[in-house]
């Protein structure tokens, strides 16, 4: 395994349990579990059986030009210092995607004036990262994740705007979904 490898392991690891910490200090919340656990315990499913299949270990595609690993350890450093800005940004109200908080805010300041959702995206630009500086197999779960995360954040935007019917149509509509002018 190469170094760039390592490092994009290592991080991820970092990532992860930070993020399981944090979820310590968050507001109580109503989660919608139940309703979507089919959909959530089949990507960790897929997810795992991919990594798993012996034929990936044996014929792994790994990224050999280091152009490519620089530019991909950048995109995924880049995305995982998004999702943690986000996630400092957006404080205890942060929850289990479609979870609903009881006493939420809506927060707009920090990535959050860009973008609705900079954590979903920050963590998609990770994957992406992780792909193009480790191995295009990481094309599965990026396609997954990002699908999960699309139809979160639609599910999310329905129930914003229930909860804040004042102002959250005028910050969705000054803001994008996850790509900054973009989506």
Known sequence: ??????IIAGCWIAFWLYWIAAAFRTKSSQPRWGQFAFVRILIVIVIILLD?????????????NP?????????FLLGLGLAIWARLYIGRNWGMPMSRKNDAELVTTGPYRF????IYSGILLGAIGTMLAVSLYWL????LVGAYFIYSAVI????MGARFPDTYPAYKQST?????FIL
Request: hydrophobic share 50%.
């Open 140 to 143: 599965v779960p990026v396609v």
């Open 156 to 159: 999310e935007a329905r129930d």
């Open 52 to 64: 798993r299949v012996t034929a990936f270990h044996r014929y792994r595609s790994v990224t050999h």
């Open 115 to 118: 973008i609705r959702n900079p």
């Open 176 to 180: 994008k979904m996850m790509i900054p």
């Open 67 to 75: 152009v490519l690993q620089g530019i991909g350890l950048a995109i």
């Open 1 to 6: 395994m190469h170094v760039i490898a390592f």
